[in-house]
């Protein structure tokens, strides 16, 4: 008891002056409260925009950048469908090999009804061409069962691809291609007939709507005849199936495409990504660009032969985007400074010097935000990832796709235009 009253005696003290703490605090309550409504009738700042599909209106071009690499493709579909979902409007879709595909069956289709064609693509292109290996439930157990099972249904798979090939998209070719005979034209050179390709397209795609300028589209191949890389632009031409079927037309698994006179092969032959075709278009826009890659540039050091095989192509097709996007981060830092420098010398100068002239043709304000998303393989994938058309591991990088997106979504301010010296950035939500 005698440690307890101590603390208890300051206690009755501070509850007798109480009630002059009170009195005393009343004027100044009063004076608050006669400045609360001046307080009140001040201005409210500007509400900054807080949803990715308000950010992304800040942009002059929303583009959606898409890599060839496949049966991972579906990892596109998915990322597609978190914009769709967050209600990103896309004003140009740009890609090359199975990336031009995806392009074709999103531009080819209303808003409403893109996310619901694309499942159509793919659940029709992952099943095999003429016999299924296993009943749907089954084959999903084997999917879901332990990583061995796993390994061993989408080798299985891809066997089948090599072997029958894709419905509505390939078929082995009969009679098959012989290495030392001259086939009798230049599109049966190839181990593969992709006439179902075409009619997949022409069913799924509208390509009156694909050219009606609605939405800019670009695809990527490369002309056999010259080794030219060259993109199909529909603000310059009209395309149709053949364009799109010549960017994913890998040799010597698919034939050439034949295009007003010229025959043309995968564009990833050259370079597997737009996205220095969607950056430094002409004139330069604010630009939002989602980059999405299907090859990881950064890996492990192999361990076996079919590591080496599988890092091979890794390496061969990512296209060092991250490169690219550091130069133009540098070039684009160079422009700025340009501008700035210009200001400093007098307008009647400026006009008068040819030098200035050229200066000013090349200097930009001009800003760029390009989100990055990025493929991460799967324990039970290999080197033939890109042709493994099983309908799980489709439905597998689908949700890799669009939990990516989200995640990318979620970070806060990611989308907000640059305000650096250079008015660049790039973002990747796994870095």
């Not at 009343?26 to 308000?54: F, M």
């Not at 060839?68 to 978190?82: D, I, K, P, R, T």
């Not at 220095?276 to 989602?290: G, H, I, K, N, W």
Request: charged share 20%; hydrophobic share 40%; proline share 7%.
């Amino acid at each position: 008891m005698a440690a307890t009253s101590p603390k208890r005696a300051p206690a009755r003290k501070n509850a007798a002056r109480a009630p002059a703490r009170k009195a005393a605090a009343a004027p100044a309550r009063k004076a608050a409260a006669a400045r609360a409504p001046a307080a009140a009738a001040a201005p409210a700042a500007p509400r900054a925009a807080t949803s990715p599909a308000e950010q992304a209106r800040a942009y002059e071009t929303v583009a959606l950048v898409l890599q060839g690499g496949g049966a991972l493709g579906s990892y596109q579909a998915g990322v597609f469908e978190g914009l769709a979902e967050a209600g990103v409007a896309l004003n140009w879709v740009a890609g090359i090999s199975i990336g031009a595909l995806n392009t074709a069956v999103i531009a080819g289709n209303p808003p409403e009804r893109r996310v619901e064609r694309l499942n159509e693509f793919w659940q029709r292109i992952c099943q095999p061409a003429y016999w299924p290996l296993f009943p749907p439930d089954f084959e999903q157990a084997l999917f879901d069962g332990s990583e061995l099972q796993r390994v061993g249904l989408t080798m299985l798979q891809t066997l089948s691809a090599f072997v029958q090939g894709q419905r509505g998209f390939f078929v082995p070719r009969w009679p098959p291609a012989s290495t030392g005979v001259a086939a009798p034209r230049p599109d049966q050179v190839s181990h593969y007939d992709t006439a179902g390709l075409r009619a997949t397209l022409l069913e799924l795609c509208d390509f009156d709507r694909i050219n009606d300028g609605g939405m800019r589209v670009s695809v990527g191949a490369v002309n056999v005849g010259t080794g030219n890389f060259t993109y199909f632009d529909n603000t310059r031409t009209r395309l149709g199936p053949e364009h799109f079927m010549a960017s994913g037309a890998l040799p010597p698994g698919f034939p050439p495409v034949e295009i007003d006179g010229g025959f043309y092969w995968d564009g990833g032959l050259v370079s597997n990504t737009p996205l220095m075709e969607v950056l430094q278009t002409s004139p330069r826009r604010d630009t939002l660009a989602f980059q999405v890659d299907l090859w990881s540039s950064r890996g492990p050091l192999p361990d076996s032969l079919d590591a080496v095989a599988e890092r091979t192509k890794d390496i061969q097709y990512s296209s060092r985007t991250r490169f690219v996007t550091d130069m133009l981060q540098r070039e684009q830092r160079f422009r700025s400074l340009l501008r700035h420098v210009l200001a400093q010398v007098p307008e009647a100068a400026r006009a008068n010097d040819g030098w200035c002239r050229t200066a000013a043709a090349l200097a930009c304000s001009r800003r760029y935000n390009v989100q990055h998303l990025i493929y991460r393989q799967k324990a039970y994938e290999h080197q033939y990832k890109d042709v493994q058309f099983g309908l799980q591991t489709m439905r597998d990088h689908w949700s890799a796709g669009l939990a990516d997106l989200r995640a990318t979504l979620a970070v806060e301010g990611g989308l907000a235009p640059p305000d650096s010296d250079a008015g660049f950035v790039a973002h990747d939500v796994h870095r």
